[in-house]
Nanobody, 122 residues
Framework: QVQLTESGGGSVQAGGSLRLSCSAS???????IAWFRQAPGKEREGVAV????????RYADSVKGRFAISRDDASNTVHLQMNSLKPEDTAVYYC????????????????WGRGTQVTISS
């Protein structure tokens, strides 16, 4: 069982930065860990994913060049650095993990955190 806990959300003005953190319980042998977000009235979307084996990553087009996902194995934490934030980045951000490859970049994530709110004002 994997437990994920997000932190670091908050409210900033457009153009600002936030750093989200996802702390995983114990030693988690996940295949991939990702950040998703869900804005009010919209479907949840994948934002960034990190593959444990080689630390490669992928990003949604909407955040490329602005967001960066990284991991700190010493603390079993994955971070999402968010720069040049826009009002449309406002959402609840979730951390998720899956233990095995499934062929779907944003699909089949079994473990989810409870989310952290990010609000960007114009």
């Amino acid at each position: 069982q994997v437990q994920l806990t997000e932190s670091g959300g908050g409210s900033v003005q457009a153009g600002g930065s936030l750093r989200l953190s996802c702390s995983a319980s114990a030693t988690t042998n996940y295949y991939a860990i990702a950040w998703f977000r869900q804005a009010p009235g919209k479907e949840r979307e994948g934002v960034a994913v990190l593959y444990r084996s080689n630390s490669s990553s992928r990003y949604a087009d909407s955040v490329k060049g602005r967001f960066a996902i990284s991991r700190d194995d010493a603390s079993n934490t994955v971070h999402l650095q968010m720069n040049s934030l826009k009002p449309e980045d406002t959402a609840v951000y979730y951390c998720a993990a899956k233990p095995h490859p499934t062929g779907k970049t944003w699909g089949d994530f079994h473990y989810w955190g409870r989310g952290t709110q990010v609000t960007i004002s114009s």
